[in-house]
């Protein structure tokens, strides 16, 4: 099992695994939609993204989101998305994902990754907590919906 950037030539591929993660949380397959989404990512460097792969399958995925810190007046990434499809998870395939993002925003010379994840997400955040992740206690987080 691999763990490596993806390029324009996996987006079909990745597409279906993203759908995969979309319908997890509660989203209608589409596809065409997902495909779609991944590409604007891409094709506008808003995204990088990570794929693991097992015998050329395509097992999960991460996607890293650049932000930027004011105050600090450095960069950080997002990770607001990992995924591993069922059948491959408690193998250390999130693991080997977030490693390779945790590098890439080394070599970036980024300030942090943050990350935010379902309350009752227990299994996550245990892994997240064992890779180093500190749970923010001083930070609320608010939403403005506007669709």
């Known amino acids: 099992m691999i763990v490596r950037r993806a390029t324009k030539e996996d987006l079909n591929q990745l597409a279906v ?3 995969e993660y979309r319908q997890f949380y509660g989203a209608s397959s589409n596809i065409k939609e997902s495909f779609n989404f991944l590409t604007q990512r891409y094709e506008n460097q808003e995204s990088v993204i ?4 097992k015998d050329e399958v395509f097992t999960g995925f991460v996607l890293l989101y650049l932000g930027f810190s004011s105050v600090a ?4 990434y997002i990770l607001d998305d990992v995924y591993v499809t069922p059948i491959f998870r408690r193998q250390g395939s999130a693991k080997q994902l977030i490693d390779t ?3 890439f ?6 300030q942090r990754i943050s990350l935010e994840t379902q309350k009752n997400n227990y299994h996550s955040h245990q ?3 064992q890779m180093g ?8 987080t608010y939403h403005c919906f506007l669709k």
């Open 50 to 53: 990570f794929i693991h792969v």
């Open 105 to 110: 925003a080394r070599h970036q010379n980024a």
């Open 73 to 76: 007046c450095s960069t950080y």
């Open 133 to 140: 992740f500190v749970k923010d206690n001083e930070f609320q």
């Open 101 to 103: 993002a945790i590098l």
């Open 127 to 129: 892994l997240y907590e």
């Open 17 to 19: 695994l993203f759908d």
